[in-house]
């Protein structure tokens, strides 16, 4: 056995000595054959297993000008994909190597051939002022047959890039260009712009470092520098610090296929190895170098933006003045007490419909005085609907009489009688005491206050993440910015973006000042037993303003933090607060003349937060997807069913098991035996309106799907906001209300400014729902100072419009034109 072993091992190497033995003398009858070459001359040659061809090629480099080398191929014969032919050039510094035909690979690893290659070499830098480089090309193939193929060398003298001119060129996957830019002296930014008349082919715009290799394939682009696809435009912003060589590369890459930026997804191949006619995928470009904003606009734009907002801390500062001027003339007696509102004198307004009118002005003292005593007697009183209906306002005072007010015991403390009343006042539903009110709407600014730093901490966390992504990839893909007007600051790419939300910050502080103004204004009238303050007018709660403004200052953090990095993923941050600030808006409006009975802050920021987490599942889940939709439309109409039920009943009715037997009951009653009209005329108006209007919009998105669920969503919100407000204003007119003048101007102003605001909106600069390739499509150039876009003038005029809806709401929901008796003394004045 030892024997046998020994004699196997022995056959085994002598075998191994012969195979190695005939491969060397194979390869020692390889012809190897080296020329001489020169630039611009077309070599047709033929290449095969048994030789292999060396071009020689020498060229003078010059330090002051920089000159291209290209390299063009063509494989004429067929069948070559089979045994491509590899040509490796070797230069000083680095070593390209490429096979012919080229295979490039797309999605699913599908195979795309080319038989025309071209590529630049790169150009390694010289210290002398000229110098002789050479360069070699080895032409080699494993083909037995031959291979014929044609080689060209040419110099490519439109290499450098000049400031602000314009270059024309032609690429394709396998003809990719790059072109050299030097920075000249005192630029230290400079905007790359790539544009094309052609939508397809997809392309991708790099920029990458003075090295070797550079990577100009479809396959190898995105490993270093950075990147973007493009259509039809793209734009990157360069920094000097970033290069240390003060120069770069532009490289322009054609892919294989369009998914990337949009476009169709081809057929699948049969087999998987399978090639794929790619097709004519030539594509031609232009690129222009243009210097960016220097340091000086970077000041003017953040100066231009203090000066915006702290002027409205000028003129809100002015007013104050002027009104503690007119409040100090009131006290030293100095105006004339006719010219006074009912607030000025205390003089009780006149209750109508749940509402304050204001026609004490055209009584004398005496009457006043009477009809003061007259109703003191009374305590808790109400028109019933024979006196209103069968009396004109201009009646005498003293036509009332006692049978005309209902003076049941039980109103004291039944709310479910007091409720169910068919003419309601405010004290009817404020029959807590204020300093409950007041201390349950505080909770709704502290939640806010207590939900924005738990919200934005890991909010500011991600995004920082985000852009370190961005700033280590190179991957400008992933945000999607107005390139042409993104200037960066430090770390961020587009610090204007993240500035033009100052003024939501801002002006959210200045109404809290204004708030909190209101609220020690009425607070020391309080302990001073002012009149006014203690038994007239609608009672005054200011949590759900500090809550308001809190909102507002979170959204223009939130804001920011999104435009940080914009894309699909983090477009909820964007809208989170805007569904914070559309639904208290609504809770204060329904809170001034409801405020035992509005929700509170636990239930109403719970509903805010179901919003929310639909809205991330309409972004992540809704797209296309049917069943989403009929689930949200569903819960949509349920929702508004049970909102106006809860509504028109002023909160006395039930859910629970016995809903539908009352249902049927109230149809049948009411319906059925002596179809009566509803009892509360005004209060069903609006819900019908209101059940419109959601309907409608249900049956939109059902029937539409549109991709954007988080902007749909907030137009729910929105549109239910201006019903209710509408209602609002119509109610006060419809009650004998008067609107003061400063409320009026404020209202002009905040629309014409929502709706120059919306103009800059909907020009729509960039949108997440397409491709990044296909959302540059859309970029423009800076408007404002050279600093700020369009979307900048929106964010501007959308928090001045914010502001001013809040003005709003402070001048004509409190209702400081009015001065009602809170113990609901109902008073009929000529």
């Known amino acids: 056995l030892l024997h046998y072993f020994w004699f196997r091992l022995g056959y085994v190497v002598l075998l191994w000595l012969c195979v190695t033995h005939l491969r060397c003398a194979r ?17 047709n040659d033929t290449v095969t297993s048994d030789n292999q061809t060396i071009y020689a090629f020498n060229h003078t480099v010059s330090r002051n000008k920089t000159e291209g080398v290209r390299v063009t191929v063509d494989v004429l014969s067929e069948g070559a994909e089979s045994s491509p032919i590899l040509f490796v050039v070797r230069q000083k510094q680095a070593v390209l190597s490429f096979q012919v035909p080229l295979i490039l690979r797309g999605l699913y690893q599908r195979k795309y051939p080319y038989a025309h290659v071209g590529r630049t070499l790169c150009q390694p830098p010289t210290r002398s002022l000229t110098e002789t480089q050479y360069f070699f090309v080895d032409v080699s193939t494993l083909s037995s047959l031959g291979t014929h193929y044609q080689l060209r060398i040419s110099r490519v003298d439109s290499f450098t890039l000049h400031t602000d001119k314009k270059f024309s060129f032609t690429a394709s996957p396998s003809q990719p260009q790059y072109f050299k830019y030097v920075f000249p002296d005192g630029v230290d930014t400079v905007i790359v712009k790539v544009n094309s008349e052609m939508t397809f082919p997809c392309s991708v715009m790099s920029i990458q470092d003075i090295q070797c290799p550079v990577y100009d394939l479809d396959n190898n682009v995105a490993f270093i520098g950075m990147y973007q696809t493009m259509t039809k435009t793209a734009a990157i912003t360069v920094q000097r610090k970033d290069f240390p060589s003060n120069s770069f590369y532009v490289v322009v890459v054609v892919k294989t296929e369009d998914e990337a930026c949009g476009g169709p997804l081809r057929f699948y191949p049969l087999r998987p190895d399978e090639l794929i006619d790619a097709g004519n995928r030539s594509k031609t470009l232009d690129v222009v170098v243009s210097p960016a904003i220097s340091s000086d606009v970077y000041v003017m734009g953040m100066l231009f933006c203090l000066g915006i907002f702290l002027s409205f801390y000028l003129l809100t500062f002015l007013v104050a003045c002027v009104e503690n001027k007119r409040m100090h003339r009131r006290r030293e007696g100095l105006l004339n007490p006719a010219d006074m509102s009912p607030a000025e004198t205390g003089i009780p307004a006149t ?3 749940g509402t304050l009118l204001d026609n004490a002005s055209t009584l004398s003292s005496e009457a006043i005085t009477d009809s003061i005593a007259s109703d003191a007697n009374y305590g808790y009183m109400e028109r019933s609907l024979e006196s209103v209906a069968g009396r004109s306002r201009q009646e005498s005072l003293s036509s009332i009489e006692e049978d005309d007010y209902d003076t049941l015991a039980d109103i004291d403390s039944d709310k479910n009688i007091v409720r169910t009343k068919k003419y309601l006042c405010v004290s009817d539903l404020a029959r807590k005491d204020k300093r409950v009110l007041s201390k349950k709407y505080q909770i709704y600014f502290w939640n806010i206050a ?7 901490l890991p909010v500011i966390q991600l995004v920082i993440t985000y852009q370190t992504v961005v700033n280590v990839t190179g991957n400008q893909d992933i945000c999607y910015y107005n390139f042409l007007c993104a200037h960066p600051l430090g770390n961020l790419s587009a610090f204007n973006n993240i500035l033009s939300n100052l003024g939501y910050v801002m002006l959210g502080l200045l109404f809290l000042l204004i708030v909190l103004q209101r609220d020690v204004i009425h607070s020391r009238a309080l302990d001073r037993n002012d009149l006014n303050a203690l038994e007239c007018g609608i009672p005054k709660h200011f949590g759900l303003f500090y ?30 607060f805007m569904y914070m600030i559309a639904g208290l808006c609504v809770l204060k409006l329904y809170q001034k003349r409801h405020p035992d009975i509005n929700a509170s802050a636990y239930t109403a920021y719970a509903c805010l937060a179901a919003v929310i987490f639909f809205s991330v599942l309409g972004v992540v889940f809704g797209k296309g997807n049917m069943v989403f939709w009929i689930v949200f439309s569903v819960l949509h109409i349920l929702a508004t069913m049970l909102l106006s039920t809860q509504l028109y009943y002023m909160g006395r009715w039930r859910l629970d098991s016995g809903i539908l037997r009352r249902i049927v009951y109230v149809i049948y009653t009411d319906c059925i035996r002596q179809c009566s009209g509803p009892m509360y005329i005004d209060r069903m108006v609006l819900l019908v309106m209101g059940n419109i209007v959601n309907w409608s919009l249900a049956a939109y998105g059902l029937l539409k799907t549109p991709n954007d669920f988080a902007s749909y969503l907030l137009a729910i919100a929105i549109c239910n906001l201006l019903l209710y407000f509408a209602f609002y204003i119509i109610m006060k007119l419809r009650s004998g209300e008067r609107i003061q003048c400063m409320a009026m101007v404020c209202i002009l102003f905040t629309a014409v ?5 919306l103009f800059f909106f909907f020009q729509g600069l960039s949108t997440w729902q397409k491709t990044p390739a296909e959302s540059r499509e859309h970029n423009r150039d800076c408007i404002v100072l050279s600093f700020f876009d369009d979307h900048d003038i929106w964010h501007f005029l959308s928090s001045i419009a914010m502001f001013g809806s809040f003005l709003v709401s402070v001048c004509l929901v409190v209702d400081e034109d009015k001065a ?11």
């Not at 390869?27 to 070459?37: M, N």
């Not at 400014?753 to 605001?757: C, N, R, T």
């Not at 009602?820 to 000529?830: A, N, P, Q, R």
Request: aromatic share 16%.
């Open 351 to 353: 209750h109508y419909n």
């Open 547 to 576: 809550a308001m403004g809190t909102a507002l200052m979170m959204e223009g953090l939130l804001s920011a933090c999104y435009h940080v990095c914009p894309n699909y993923t983090n477009f909820q941050f964007d809208t989170s």
């Open 27 to 43: 390869a020692e009858t390889k012809t190897v054959v080296q020329k001489d070459a020169e630039f611009d001359v077309t070599y």
């Open 450 to 456: 207590t939900i924005g730093v738990f919200y934005a």
């Open 820 to 830: 009602g008796d809170h113990s609901v003394m109902l008073i009929e004045f000529k």
């Open 753 to 757: 400014v929502w709706g120059f605001a």
